[in-house]
Every structure is written in C-alpha cells, then in structure tokens.
C-alpha cells in the first residue's frame, strides 16, 4: 500500500514569514499534485509536477518534486492570510494514464494577521 | 466555465435507507473518479470510470457500494442500506486528456442518523 506522508500536520504563523511543508513517502510516484481546499469544499489544484527534480512557481508558491520522484515540498514566501487552508499531496501512479490518486492527509495552515 | 458539479451538496439518511450522489465531470471530460473523506482522514479513491465502463473499483467497498457513468447522464455512486459509518463527504473529480490531473467538485456531506 503506498503512502504519503504530510508534515507538518499543522502549522500556525504570522502573515509575511515564510514556510516549507512536506509530503513523503517510500513509493516512486509519476507524477505528484498539490491542492489546497477549504472548509466545505472541494480540493482546488494548484500544480502538478511530473519530472524529478522539478521546479515551479506559482506567484509566492514554489513546488519541488524529487530526484526520486518519492517527495515533494511546497515553500510560501511572505505568506497572507489568504493561504490559510489544507494543503494536499496526492501522487498519481501511471504515467500519463488515468488512475485514483494517493493522497497524504494534509496539512492545516493558518496565517494569522 | 461549469466544473465538476455534484448534488445534492447535503444529503441525510436514516440507517437503512438508500443515497443516491450524483456527479456532472467538467465539459470535454470522459474520466470520472469518487473519493471519500472521513473526518481526520485523507481522500480515499474508491472507483474510476469512463462512460459506461467501470475501470477501477479496487477502493470500494464489496457491499452496498455501486456506481455507474452511463451514456448519457451523471455518474451516480449509490449506497443502499446506509449506515452511521458511511457519513462522509463524498468528492467527485474528472479528468479529460491530460488524464492524470484531476478536478474536484464541491463534494456531497453524507449525514446519517
């Protein structure tokens, strides 16, 4: 059974500090996603990123994917109350083709103003 | 720009009754998914289809659980015979070309009495 690993589980800071949360585990995923949902609603997506040792940014979001392509990190810059919200990681298993996602169990971020 | 759309957005059954969610993929999109979520827990898939066919039910329950994606139409997931343990929030995702990047819709709350 393959797992995703999420920490920290949750995390509280101050509006304008910066953060790095995680998302582990011991499987080699295709591809890996991250998505941020709010209380009452659907996860929204916010990146996917396929290649290890993959890169991108999204405004003040950064999203790394491992060499292995087993982890992956989401970094906030200078973090707003509006990224408050549970982020999640769900790795993906075929390439390129379609199957249910594995997802970690998230991490509660608060940004307090 | 319709998205994933499910309804009813809050359902409540009495044990024993039957539930009937339904799920409209986002337009173009032939890849529907289910997920659970219990409260603390991650999203569980439970089944993949695509029209008419069911792909991947291996996070499905044997019993009570069924879906369906027909030709025309929403896919349904059913569970009959409800128990307390079934109250959850019940997530819909589709995915179209890129078939490895999932929408989600707002979800359906399961409440059972």
């Known amino acids: 059974t393959q797992l995703l690993e999420q920490s920290p589980q949750f995390l509280s800071i101050q509006e304008g500090e910066n953060l790095t949360v995680y998302c582990n585990s011991s499987s080699v995923f295709s591809s890996l996603q991250w998505y941020r949902q709010e209380p009452g609603e659907g996860p929204v997506l916010l990146v996917t990123?396929?290649?290890?040792?993959e890169v991108k940014k999204l405004k003040r979001l950064t999203f790394q994917f491992g060499d292995a392509r087993k982890d992956s990190s989401l970094h906030i810059t200078a973090a707003q109350p509006g990224d408050t919200g549970l982020y999640l990681c769900a790795g993906a298993n075929s390439p390129g083709g379609a199957d249910g996602l594995t997802f970690g169990k998230g991490t509660h971020l608060i940004i307090q103003p | 720009n319709a998205g994933v759309m499910q309804n009813p957005r809050h359902l409540v059954r009495r044990r024993g009754q039957e539930a009937r969610l339904r799920c409209s993929p986002m337009k173009g999109h032939s890849h529907v998914y289910w997920y659970r979520q219990l409260p603390e827990e991650g999203l569980k898939f439970m089944v993949y289809?695509?029209?008419?066919?069911?792909?991947?039910e291996s996070g499905m329950p044997k019993e009570r659980f069924s879906a369906e994606f027909p030709k025309e139409g929403p896919s349904i997931l059913r569970i009959q015979q409800v128990v307390r343990g079934d109250s959850a929030a019940y997530f819909c995702a589709s995915s179209g070309l890129a078939k490895n990047i999932q929408y989600f819709g707002a979800g359906t709350r399961l409440s059972v009495l």
């Open positions: 990123v396929v290649t290890g040792g």
């Open positions: 289809l695509q029209k008419e066919n069911i792909i991947d």
